[in-house]
């Protein structure tokens, strides 16, 4: 199976490789660090700074993803939180709110998302409102009403045949060795 396009997202398989997403929509990804800052742990020998970064990406075309990374040191932060960005960015369902003017441009009906006890725009830290705002996103993602679904066959359902097969195969193999007799 050779997946082409953003056809990805409609098949239950996890995106492994940053390369992926790179592929596919690299021309027209942006990404934007929205925030860092360091955090602290207390040990037994003082406090230990680290920083967190929290990035978002997106292609300006419907889709947008959020990378949240914590590490000893500021790039390394925000190199882990772009690549967990391209991780989790998702295609967002676009509709119209109020009156159909021009093209579609927004989600198209009301979305809420919560991260912690945080609503979205009931709260003063970034960090929170950015995750709740991707999670009211991520509500809008491949919801029934979304329009054309593909019927296909996921890649497991597809080839569950060709590896029974394969697999009953080798366990006759295992069970018809010779038994050894003891005395």
């Given at each position: 199976m050779k997946i082409k396009n953003l056809e990805i997202y409609l098949l239950p398989l996890p995106i492994k490789q940053p390369k992926t997403i790179e592929f596919f929509v690299d021309a027209s990804l942006k990404d934007e660090v929205l925030k860092v800052m360091p955090v602290q742990k207390q040990t037994?020998?003082?406090?230990r700074t680290r920083f967190k970064a929290f990035v978002t990406i997106g292609d300006y075309n419907g889709h947008v993803g959020l990378g949240v990374k914590c590490s000893k040191e500021l790039a390394t932060a925000i190199r882990g939180a772009i690549i967990l960005?391209?991780?989790?960015?998702?295609?967002?369902?676009?509709?119209?709110?109020?009156?159909k003017i021009d093209k579609p441009h927004t989600?198209?009906?009301k979305v809420t998302g919560r991260c912690v006890s945080v609503l979205v725009g009931c709260t003063a830290t970034?960090?929170?409102?950015?995750k709740a705002t991707c999670y009211a996103i991520y509500k809008t993602y491949l919801t029934p009403t979304s329009g054309?679904?593909?019927f296909t066959k996921s890649p497991?359902?597809?080839?569950?045949?060709?590896?029974?097969k394969a697999h009953t195969s080798v366990s006759t193999q295992r069970t018809q060795a010779p038994a050894v007799t003891t005395i």
């Open positions: 037994q020998a003082g406090q960005a391209k991780f989790s960015i998702v295609p967002v369902w676009r509709g119209y709110w109020g009156n989600v198209p009906c970034l960090g929170n409102f950015a054309k679904r593909l497991y359902q597809e080839f569950t045949d060709h590896l029974v």
